[in-house]
């Protein structure tokens, strides 16, 4: 497994072993134990699907609040998205600050968002399939999300949206922005 630490401690950018051949492809989506000798001591207990037929599907920046707030490992097995995590931590020296990276089908890149982040994502290609796993289950009543345009995040989607506006929810629509949000994530060095 190769491992990229971002900027934001905690938040990694994960590429496993792909063994590849005429027939296909063979890769060990997840093991707990080298999880943990790489730091990720997470207890998945759901995994979810989400599938987006058009280019320009955005999805977030969504996150729950504690004491539901859910850690994910994400990645997508058809198509592909750009991937966004915002650091919420106060006390964090990239507070509002955001990382991305493209996960596809092709390249097997799968992102570890720790708790304490908002997630966002766009798709890249039509019939796009993203998964992810999470440690805590969906707490409707803790559920939350920033602005997918917040100017105090400022994240260039750019390039994903191509001049298009992006297909969202009606929640999407309707979330808040970062400067209306008191964080109950805490930064822990």
Not at 16 to 32: A, H, M, T
Not at 41 to 70: M, T, W
Not at 117 to 131: G, I, K, N, R, W
Request: hydrophobic share 40%; glycine share 8%; net charge negative.
């Amino acid at each position: 497994m190769q491992v990229h630490e971002t900027e934001f401690p905690g938040l990694l950018v994960l590429k496993p072993k792909v063994f590849q051949d005429e027939r296909g492809f063979f890769l060990e989506s997840y093991n707990r134990e080298l999880f943990g000798q790489l730091g990720i001591d997470c207890e998945f207990i759901q995994d979810n699907h989400a599938y987006s037929k058009d280019v320009g599907v955005l999805r977030g920046f969504h996150f729950q609040r504690p004491p539901a707030a859910q850690a994910k490992l994400v990645w997508v097995t058809r198509g592909a998205v750009l991937d966004v995590a915002v650091d919420l931590r106060k006390g964090s020296p990239s507070f509002g600050k955001w990382q991305h990276v493209i996960l596809s089908a092709a390249n097997f890149k799968r992102m570890f968002i720790p708790r304490g982040f908002a997630h966002a994502y766009v798709t890249l290609m039509p019939d796009s399939e993203f998964q992810y796993k999470v440690d805590a289950p969906y707490a409707p009543g803790q559920e939350d999300g920033i602005a997918w345009d917040d100017p105090d995040i400022a994240m260039d989607w750019g390039v994903a949206l191509k001049g298009r506006e992006p297909i969202l929810s009606e929640k999407d629509r309707r979330l808040s922005r970062l400067a209306d949000f008191d964080s109950p994530f805490i930064y822990e060095d």
